[in-house]
């Protein structure tokens, strides 16, 4: 079964719009009206080999925190209906990402239990007009509308496009590692029987 999903979701704040492949080659098409934002969510389709498609329109004119934190909710939401039963995929993944200087980890678990923590040795900052501290507020809410376990950490670093490119990147590659189907069966990967 193609393992695809989209939403729509509208609310005072925002319009949001996301179409997921997870067996995708990283082609994406993203527009937000932040273009670091987009900029991330780019990186995160390449890295994650996620097709993904992305548009929103928020109340900019406030801030960016429900636009970010909206296409985050949205995004979280087409990955638990695409990955369905969870049936054949590995469940763990776990990436490591230096950019220059700087050094991320990402280890998510698609458990069915949601949780997120992040740790970061440097304040997030604005980068071209973004503000870097919605970061974690855009990954929190994947990790608690898909369901996941997600720990990130930033372990170095003092650029802050560096910093925040290698976190999005070690979360997409762990992403990538997660959902991938298992070649050795089509079985949950629970003790429990079930992820969902």
């Known amino acids: 079964m193609p393992r695809n999903a989209k939403m729509h979701r509208t609310t005072e704040e925002t319009d949001v719009s996301v179409n997921i492949k997870l067996d995708g080659v990283g082609n994406s098409l993203i527009q937000t009206g932040i273009g670091f934002f987009d900029h991330l969510l780019t990186i995160l389709s390449k890295h994650s080999d996620l097709d993904l498609q992305v548009a929103a329109k928020g109340d900019l004119q406030v801030d960016q925190h429900h636009t970010v934190e909206d296409v985050g909710i ?28 700087s050094l991320a980890r990402s280890v998510i678990d ?62 997409g590659c762990a992403l990538k590692m997660a959902v991938a189907v298992n070649k050795k069966g089509h079985r949950i990967p629970s003790s429990k029987g079930t992820l969902v």
């Not at 990955?83 to 990436?95: D, E, K, M, P, Q």
């Not at 239990?113 to 990954?139: I, K, N, Y």
Request: a neutral charge; charged letters at 15%; hydrophobic letters at 40%.
């Open 74 to 101: 949205v995004l979280g939401q087409v990955l638990d209906q695409a990955l369905g039963s969870r049936h054949g995929i590995l469940r763990f993944g776990y990436a490591y990402c230096p950019l220059d200087e």
């Open 110 to 171: 698609i458990s069915g239990r949601s949780f997120f923590h992040f740790q970061s040795c440097q304040t997030l900052a604005h980068v071209g007009g973004f503000d870097g501290c919605l970061l974690p507020e855009f990954l929190r809410a994947i990790a608690f509308n898909a369901k996941l376990t997600v720990h990130v950490d930033l372990l170095r670093g003092q650029n802050q496009h560096h910093i925040q490119e290698a976190i999005i990147k070690s979360f």
